[in-house]
């Protein structure tokens, strides 16, 4: 079969572009100590206290943005399923629109908006600086978070759901936190690892609104040192790994559960 | 909002309440999005003094900037046209290329995380394969005698750039056309060997046609994801490779341009570029969705 040999033509190619990285990475960040392969490298990163410090800003950061995100994106969703169906499009441009822009334009813009001499002087101070980051963190999520979220959401009937719990005298909060919440938990899940993998290796943003987060500290390492910066790049592809692996294990886990309850 | 107060029909409080659900997105939208976006462009038509000017825009076309826009849009062309052809190659194979089904899912798998491993660990890891001590450098040398620094090959340029960006860009073409692949009917293939079709034929006259609008389309979308990106070149080269989001990033670090609003027009050029993309994206995926619903 001709097409059968073309295939794994082809997929040996990817295999070979996509492998050699990846062992090159491994075996390169094994020759710390010469002459013989070691854990020096890890070892070195692993007690460096910055690499302590700024990766447990960007974890912080990636909680904070996720429940930022959460706490816009589900219930807007939500709302616009609801009462206003006309502006799907519209919102759903809105939140596409990080992916036209790109990141660095908008982070130019917050530097140049929020400055000291503004009327909303966030970048003053760590902190205001810190919830402007934790915001342009929440909008690269906005495309991927609110898709998520809205695919969710189209799978289970809004708005029998809403007023079955109104009759039952449920208000707002209740409504959202849990009746809806619960049914896009998946999805919000799924969205929430992917915003995780995207805050903890984002580099653009945190560099330029000097922040010590784990990206720029990659770079500087990187600038700096010869074998660290591979085991730098093992830890961080192992990571976005795992949040991936996480996506599949939950979009499985509610595949079982749908098809148990049908 | 006081219009809608007149109206009879509706209950007086009801519709500002309503309103009211849409407002922490409205307000998020607009302070973190829309109104820093909308003070670059602003910006790149105005003066430092705030009178309105073109004099930004024109300023774009000196021969420096120009260059950074010609090799920032080679770069994004090059690698947005290898990784769709690979890429479609890749995800031919694991739809319909009698490859065993069990290679599939892994193969997404990948694709999921190698599409979001790009930026500064992206870098480091091509380093320690291509750079000048890497592995297959190295391999090369040992094995087979080939140097290939000598013979002209270096990883801070713009083919070295190229293959480093593939390593994203392939992945992305896998996970957006496998859908679209998967959605071809079997029945249009059995159709066309029943009219006695090769099975060229029925790709240069079937399956390409349909799924032309996918494939311009996927290709718009990694052109603006390749020109946007910043992280992986500048880990890569430093300041070294002069493409425009690199020269956004040290102007805006220290103004190297010698004019902030120079910056925005830059900024602009590149809202321009990746919009002209998006919507090119937006127009060609509306296009195929009437084939694979």
Redesign the interface.
Known sequence: MKTRIWSWIALAIGFLYFALPLIGTIEFSLRKRRGEYSLDAYRWVFEDPRFRETFTYSVVMAICTILVGVLIVVPTAYWVRLRFPRLRPVVEFITLLPLVIPPIVIVFGYIRLYNTASLLPLTGSATGTNFLLMMGYATLSLPYMYRAVDTGLRAIDVRTLTEAAQSLGAGWPVIIGRVILPNVLVAVLSGAFLTFAIVIGEFVLAALLNRPAFGPYLQLIGANRAYEPAALAVIAFAITWFCMGLIQLVSRFSAQGRAKRS | MTLHDDSPKRPRAALPL?WL??L??VA??L??????????VV?AFQTADGAPTLQNIRNLFQPSILAAYWISIRISFATALLGCT?GF??A???C????PKA?RGP?L??S???S???????????????GRV???TVLLREWFGVNIYALGFNLLSFWGLTLVY??FQ?PLMILIITPALDGMKREWREAADILGAT?GQYWRMVALPILLPSLLGTFALLF?NA??A??TA??LT?SSLSIV?IV??AQ??GDVLQDPHL?YAL?FG??VV??IA?GLYVWLRARTERWTR
């Open positions: 309503a659900g849409l922490p997105f998020f939208a302070l973190f999005l829309i109104l820093p976006t909308m003070h670059i910006g690979i190659a890749i031919a194979a694991i319909f290329g009698g490859i290679i193969v798998t990948f999921g995380v190698a979001n491993f790009a930026g500064v660990p992206l870098s480091f890891a091509f380093l320690a394969t291509l890497g592995l297959v593939l390593f392939i099975g603006a020109f946007g910043v992280a500048y880990a430093g989001p956004l990033f805006i670090r910056g900024a590149m809202i990746t919009g998006n």
